[in-house]
């Protein structure tokens, strides 16, 4: 039993969750999200929230996709009302970031700069040497993330590179003198 799954999840006011056609949409004030639903969970929208259930004669996919799809629906809802931000820092002599129209332009090293275009929904400010990403999005803000860390991970040396703030970054000791 799906401990997740079992939580209603509360709609504030504000927000306005339907379930037409095995589609789940939420609208809010940051914007608005659908996402498909398998027929193996049902969902039942009333005055205190959403509720998701296995199917009846449930397998073992309904089982899985019970908790999943109530996590998402939950990242749904808290995305359409207060959105989610990822922190990137940059770190090296020489490294920078800046805005470019719609576009993140990295200078990390190498002998071109980087451009990294933002995907829809998705915003991003620039302040020293820290990236914020933010949009109602939960997936896409990460994935958009991960793309500008990856474009230079920091390495364990120096821990020069692109990383989340609050990474441990581990790092191995240089050569030794004999």
């Keep these: ?21 095995g589609v789940l949409t939420v609208k809010g ?11 193996d969970v049902t969902v039942s929208i ?7 259930d296995p199917a009846t004669g449930a397998s073992k996919l309904a089982a899985a996709l019970w908790g999943t799809y109530a ?9 359409v009302t207060e959105g989610f931000t990822k922190i990137l820092e940059l770190e090296g002599v020489g490294y920078r970031a800046e805005l470019k ?27 020293k040497n820290v990236i914020t990403i933010t949009g109602h999005d939960k997936e896409v803000v990460g994935q958009y993330a991960a793309n500008v860390r990856k474009v230079k991970e920091p390495e364990p040396y120096k821990g020069k590179g ?6 441990y970054i581990i790092r191995k000791q240089g050569k030794k003198a004999v």
């Excluded at 039993?1 to 056609?21: C, H, N």
């Excluded at 009333?46 to 998701?52: A, L, M, P, R």
């Excluded at 996590?71 to 995305?79: C, D, I, Y």
């Design 1 to 21: 039993m799906s401990r997740l799954g079992k939580q209603t999840i509360a709609i504030p006011s504000g927000v306005e969750a339907t379930f037409t056609d």
């Design 29 to 39: 004030p940051k914007g608005s999200l659908t996402r498909t639903i398998k027929n």
């Design 46 to 52: 009333d005055e205190n929230g959403i509720k998701f």
């Design 71 to 79: 996590s998402h629906a939950r990242n749904m809802v808290e995305g």
């Design 101 to 127: 129209g719609n576009s993140i332009v990295l200078s990390v090293g190498f002998s071109h700069t980087v451009e990294m275009p933002m995907p829809e929904g998705v915003a991003a400010t620039i302040e």
């Design 162 to 167: 692109i990383h989340y703030r609050g990474e």
